[in-house]
């Protein structure tokens, strides 16, 4: 803030002082900026120094609270006799007797002596001051204005150079070409479409956070805040890598050197920014062995850090890059953040903790696991609702479909990544799958399999596109499973894939609708209006991936290109690929949107669907919810940063 002027804007001038009064020359009386500037510093301080003095002696309330969420610090004061007496006239402090009461006094005349004092010295000081010649305010100017910059030289220098670390063993990133030629045929299309995509962004969005395919020109929605971020470029980097397209890789990486700056005043929402643009930088980096996407994705990192400054360490849903200011969506429950939202942040945060040796990120996400393993869950579920400032649940709503996914997802691949050493991450995941079997999934009267949503303890028939990613998971999750249930989970994973390719199989334009009930005679169709949108969503097509890799049946291939087929078809246009706003007409609108997640996930799904096992291999990578590929961490006896979390 601008200190605002104590003297006229004209004019301002000092008395003409009379001989040996003061060293300054007898012809110049009026002070250069300069001086006036440290004038109105001392000033300031005085002025400070007074307010200090009024806020900092005690008031005649009996105490003086402050409200820290969780803890309330009671500040005592002393109570005039006429306030405090008992019946016998005694006065009583807190308990205490009047010894105490004579202290607390002692100590009250003790603060006001020293304020006194203070007062005396400060003004004592601004007379030296003024008593000084022009050259030595002069020097005492330029010396400050050397520490500026001082300092504004080593912030130019950068960010400290990361602690070297040994590079994670990067395999089977690139080829991936099938033996049969059909198949090649297929894998050249999907990248074709990619490079449609692609290209249509860099000549019509570039740098924008997504494409207007119709309009033709860049398009943000506020989950990445009022700055162009270029959200795309990073989306989809990896996936450019993997399908070997290096040129337009290049573009990206020149665009983020040059361009991308987490020093802008927006509101982001952490979870979309993590599992975005740190996934995404992540991966590019362990791909290319790039220096430039690890260091950026560590400087947007440590700006996410403040959205955890709450009482419970239960992050915000946004927070401000530049002020670090966070807040939660107005529309969740009851002011609560969302168990999807802050169950997801595990696999990046490892990672960063590992690249950097900062145990701050890893016992962020620990802290978040311990407090949620000590909370009641009603029925063994976890309602997707948790309040930050109290610990308590919000709404007793479960889904496996928005709101609650990937919390699931990351408890599970928390545990691959880790080379399976994580067994509390294991266990939990076991326990939290096994309560949702008892209570969310059941078969409908035609014989699908589905995984509905639970409310205030009632079971409401309907499953979202987004929990369509759960077959994938249960797949991936089979090999390790208690009580060798291994067979079960693979033959769940099935169930539910049928039942999401049901519900593509079943519209007109054979994509799948955002969410669709079983229950009125109908099975895997959407009911309302504003459920029967497409938006060029990944689930079902992740889930056919992780069913090929695991059965090699040929079905999940030819979903898959069922899939790609309908999306070339209806959702292509000039400028690119636009969501449609009813998979039951002939004749679709567009809502003229081609998200960041086409790109980074449904299209590598894709891709990797039709190339060999190789390619990406799951031994060796664990994929976060946008689809962006991180090596398994072979610790050994390598122990992370802060793996002991200190308490809080």
């Given amino acids: 803030m601008t200190t605002p002027a104590l003297l006229p804007l004209s004019g301002r001038r000092i008395p003409t002082l009379s001989p040996g009064a003061s060293s300054f020359p007898h012809h110049r009386a009026t002070l250069r900026l300069s001086e006036k500037f440290i004038l109105l510093l001392i000033l300031s301080a005085f002025i400070t120094l007074c307010f200090g003095a009024f806020f900092f002696l005690p008031d005649n309330s009996k105490h003086k609270r402050f409200d820290l969420g969780l803890e309330d610090v009671l500040i005592p004061h002393i109570d005039s006799p006429k306030e405090g007496k008992h019946a016998s006239g005694q006065v009583v402090i807190h308990g205490q007797g009047g010894h105490d009461e004579h202290r607390h006094r002692e100590e009250e005349e003790s603060l006001r002596d020293k304020i006194r004092a203070d007062h005396e010295r400060a003004l004592q000081e601004a007379k030296e001051k003024l008593r000084k010649s022009r050259e030595e305010l002069q020097a005492e100017i330029q010396t400050e204005k050397n520490k500026v910059m001082e300092d504004l030289k080593k912030k130019d220098a950068g960010p400290k150079p990361l602690p070297p670390v040994p590079m994670p063993k990067v395999v089977g990133v690139s080829d991936g070409e099938p033996s049969e030629p059909d198949v ?182 620990m802290h978040i696991r311990k407090l949620l393993a000590k909370m009641d869950r009603p029925n063994g579920l976890y309602p997707n609702y948790l309040n930050p400032r109290t610990g308590r649940w919000g709404q007793h709503h479960t889904s496996v479909g928005g709101l609650g996914d990937s919390f699931y997802e990351y408890l599970l691949k928390a545990w691959l990544m880790s080379d399976k050493t994580d067994i509390e991450a294991r266990k939990t995941y076991d326990d939290a799958i096994e309560a949702i079997e008892r209570h969310l999934i059941r078969k409908s009267n035609g014989g699908l399999t589905f995984i509905g949503e639970w409310k205030n303890g009632h079971l409401e028939r ?134 960041s997640f086409f790109l980074a996930e449904t299209l590598k799904y894709l891709y990797l669907l039709f190339s060999s096992d190789d390619l990406m291999p799951l031994e060796s990578w664990v994929f976060n919810t946008e689809a962006h590929p991180l090596p398994v961490l072979h610790l050994g006896n390598i122990t992370l940063p802060g793996s002991e979390p200190a308490q809080r």
């Fill in 184 to 365: 090649k045929e297929k894998r050249d299309k999907i990248r074709e479409m990619m490079k449609h995509a692609w290209d249509s962004y860099r000549q019509y969005g570039w740098g924008h956070n997504e494409l207007k395919p119709l309009a033709k020109k860049g398009h943000s929605t506020n989950i990445f805040g009022n700055s162009q971020l270029g959200a795309t470029i990073v989306d989809a980097l990896d996936t450019l890598y993997i399908m070997g397209l290096h040129e337009e890789f290049k573009d990206g990486q020149e665009w983020i050197e040059q361009n991308l700056d987490f020093g802008v005043n927006a509101e982001v929402s952490v979870f979309e920014v993590n599992i975005r643009f740190i996934g995404g930088l992540l991966a590019a980096y362990y791909l290319s062995g790039q220096e430039v996407f690890k260091l950026k994705a560590v400087q947007l990192a440590e700006k996410l850090l403040p959205a955890f400054n709450t009482p419970t360490g239960i992050p915000w849903a946004m927070v401000n890059l530049k002020s670090g200011v966070g807040r939660n969506w107005g529309w969740a429950s009851a002011g609560s953040s969302i168990l999807a939202e802050f169950g997801t942040l595990h696999m990046e945060f490892v990672h960063l903790t590992y690249l950097t040796g900062n145990p701050a990120y890893y016992q962020k996400v």
């Fill in 462 to 595: 309907k499953m979202g596109h987004l929990a369509c990613f759960a077959g994938g998971m249960f797949a991936l999750g089979a090999d390790g499973s208690p009580d060798d249930k291994a067979g079960h989970y693979l033959q769940l994973g099935a169930e539910i894939a049928h039942t999401c390719h049901e519900s593509y199989d079943r519209t007109v334009l054979k994509l799948g609708p955002e969410a669709f009930k079983f229950d009125s005679g109908l099975e895997a169709v959407a009911v309302r209006q504003n459920e029967k949108y497409y938006i060029l969503r990944p689930e079902v097509i992740e889930t056919y991936w992780y069913m090929w890799r695991f059965t090699h049946d040929p079905k999940y291939r030819q979903w898959g290109w069922e899939a790609a087929q309908a999306i070339d078809k209806y959702c292509r246009v000039s400028g690119g690929f636009s969501g449609v706003k009813d998979v039951y007409s002939s004749n679709p609108t567009y809502d003229d949107v081609q998200q």
